[in-house]
Nanobody, 123 residues
């Protein structure tokens, strides 16, 4: 059974950094595009970043561009999100996704999802 599990979330002060990881199991995700989405309380799921299988194509939401970096290690079946210069508005549950045929900002394009990890940024 294919599974994605996020880790690395937590509480951090504004201006701080966190690194999220997403470990895949049950199948290989190396041929798929993978992405990060987030959902703040009372809001819909929001695109954060996506990366293709070869790591040559990456897209970011304007709100995180220049602060967040998406990467992947296909040998480890793992996706990462390095988050720097965190702001209180980055507070959300962060979800890892895979199964898209190409990098996409649309969550409907992804077949597999993790349960999410909470990121809280205090001011």
């Amino acid at each position: 059974q294919a599974q994605l599990v996020e880790s690395g979330g937590g509480l951090v002060q504004a201006g701080g950094s966190l690194r999220l990881s997403c470990a895949g199991s049950g199948r290989t995700f190396r041929t798929y595009a993978m992405g990060w989405f987030r959902q703040a309380p009372g809001k819909g799921r929001e695109f954060v970043a996506t990366i293709n299988w070869s790591r040559l194509i990456m897209y970011y939401a304007d709100s995180v561009k220049g602060r967040f970096t998406i990467s992947r290690d296909n040998a480890k079946n793992t996706l990462y999100l390095q988050m720097n210069s965190l702001k209180p508005e980055d507070t959300a549950v962060y979800y890892c996704a895979s199964g898209a045929q190409a990098p996409s900002r649309r969550y409907g394009e992804y077949e597999y999802w993790g349960p999410g990890t909470q990121v809280t940024v205090s001011s």
